[in-house]
């Protein structure tokens, strides 16, 4: 039973231009989220995070959106750059639980 | 500073072998993870501890598999006997429990088994 879905396993976009990836999640009782990279041969990394009683937070190029409603969140970056290629995961917990729960990674590609 | 250390990075092994994998959580964490990677799952949470006690094992597929966590600095996750399926990337990570909505987990960088 997949809580976190990453429905999109690959992204293709152009040096420059917005990176959108998505996230559903169907635990209501999720309240923070937070999206992963991870590049080949490494761990993935912290990228950044949203509790539930926001609905944007914006880190530089990094913003993440959450739609509480929809029980769905996304990430975009702008502009795209060659070192943001990573495979991208999304991940979720809820309060008092310290496991985060991940999505199956987008594989996200940036062409020069 | 020295983040989550993972040994071995790579193993290669012959079906039915013990493998042990070990990991060197950071420094005051008081939360470790085992996640599993595969390709058709993601990320998957196979065990995890807090203060050395394991909380959810839920994950682990099954009793060919067992984690230890003796100390706050040092967790083993042991598979006796390997299969082939078990072939994956396993995943380290701590954290430090401070309570509080939120929790970020560190990553080790794996280590990748494959079982012929």
């Known amino acids: 039973d997949q809580q976190v879905k990453q429905n999109s396993p690959s992204l293709s976009v152009q040096e420059g231009r917005i990176s959108i990836l998505n996230c559903d999640y169907t635990?209501?009782?999720?309240?923070?989220f937070l999206w992963y990279k991870k590049y080949p041969a490494e761990g993935p990394t912290f990228l950044i995070s949203i509790s539930s009683i926001k609905d944007k937070n914006e880190d530089g190029r990094f913003t993440v959106f959450l739609n509480k409603s929809a029980k769905h969140l996304s990430l975009h970056i702008v502009p795209s750059q060659p070192g943001d290629s990573a495979v991208y995961f999304c991940a979720a917990s809820f309060q008092g639980a310290q496991k985060l729960v991940f999505g199956q990674g987008t594989r996200l590609t940036i062409n020069p | 500073d020295a983040g989550v250390i993972q040994s071995p990075r790579h193993e290669v092994t012959e079906m039915g072998q013990e493998v042990t994998l070990r990991c060197k959580p950071i420094s005051g964490h008081n939360s470790l993870f085992w996640y599993r990677q595969t390709m058709m799952r993601g990320l998957e949470l196979l065990i995890y501890f807090n203060n050395n006690v394991p909380i959810d094992d839920s994950g682990m597929p099954e009793d060919r598999f067992s984690a230890k966590m003796p100390n706050a600095s040092f967790s083993t996750l042991k598979i006796q006997p390997s299969e082939p399926r078990d072939s994956a990337v396993y995943f380290c990570?701590?954290?430090?429990?401070?309570?509080?909505?939120?929790?970020?987990?560190?990553f080790g960088e794996g280590s990748w088994l494959t079982v012929v």
């Open positions: 990570a701590s954290s430090l429990r401070a309570g509080g909505i939120g929790n970020t987990i560190y």
């Open positions: 635990n209501s009782m999720f309240d923070y």
